[in-house]
């Protein structure tokens, strides 16, 4: 994986100018625009998206100092119009070209990135890999942003409309695995930026054909391969943590990629005041090269 990402950083510098047909490229390098975009931020710690538009905006400033027409060097790089690239290149330099021509700055670079595994080991993970039939997901879905730090309130101030009694019902329905109240995360944008909106369900996990009350929101699921990764110590940091070492630790060591597909949080068991936890973080994965 690691030598993947290094490809995508190199042509993404052969295509400054142009735009990289990622989905392409991933074939080429048996794997999927998915898992490199999935991978890409959760290592580099921004989508691919924004490192492009960064490194466009760096290069493309070397040309705003010099004495080339705007509009041209907005069409070499992308840009339909002047104020298109000029609100590309406030959001990375905090100042418009025309500023910085005439002021000489100020300039923010963004470096070519090198992604490098560095090999610790001091920190087994807890993983098994399920191989799971179709299911369904049911539960209470709500609209929210994708936050990756720290609790979400969005989350929490949609689980605390429900009323207790919902909790009870939820879990009686639940009928397979992943068991127990669930929190589901759907639809996430691949790059996973920050602030962008995501389904998450409060539900549970019950058979393909089960009936789904009609005042309960659902989520298909297709079969395939799991991979489960058990995570217990202080919440919501210790799943936040188990999420990024899968992608620092887990799958570049391991001939698995994501697939897409709802992420899944089981909660085993807590503390009253939900401070510490024991988790299952279910990703859905396939094998690398299929």
Known sequence: ??????????????????????AVLARTLGTTEYHVRRMFSSLAGMPLSEYVRRRRMTVAAAEVLGDGELLGI???????????????????????PADVRRDGGPLRTQPQLRF??????????????????????VGHAARVPLIHEGTNPH????????PMSEHARLKALSSTEPEGLLQVSDGVDPDYTEGSELTYLHGVAVDEHAEVPGDLDAIDVSAGAWAVFRAEGAYPAVLQSTW??????????????????????AVLDRSADFSTATCELWLPVERSGQ
Request: aromatic share 8%.
């Open 1 to 22: 994986m690691i030598a993947i990402l290094n490809r995508v950083v190199d042509e993404v510098e052969l295509h400054l100018a142009d735009d990289l047909d990622l």
């Open 74 to 96: 907005a069409v070499r790089y992308g840009y339909g119009s002047t104020e298109a690239f000029g609100r590309a290149f406030r959001a990375v330099h905090g100042a418009g």
């Open 116 to 137: 490098r595994l560095t090999v610790e080991g001091n920190t087994p993970m807890d993983t098994r890999i399920s191989d799971r039939p179709a299911f369904r997901l």
């Open 155 to 162: 989350i929490q101030a949609h689980i605390a409309a429900l």
């Open 244 to 265: 990024a070492a899968t992608a620092t630790d887990w799958f570049p060591s391991n001939p698995w990629r994501l697939r897409p597909g709802p992420s899944i949080v």
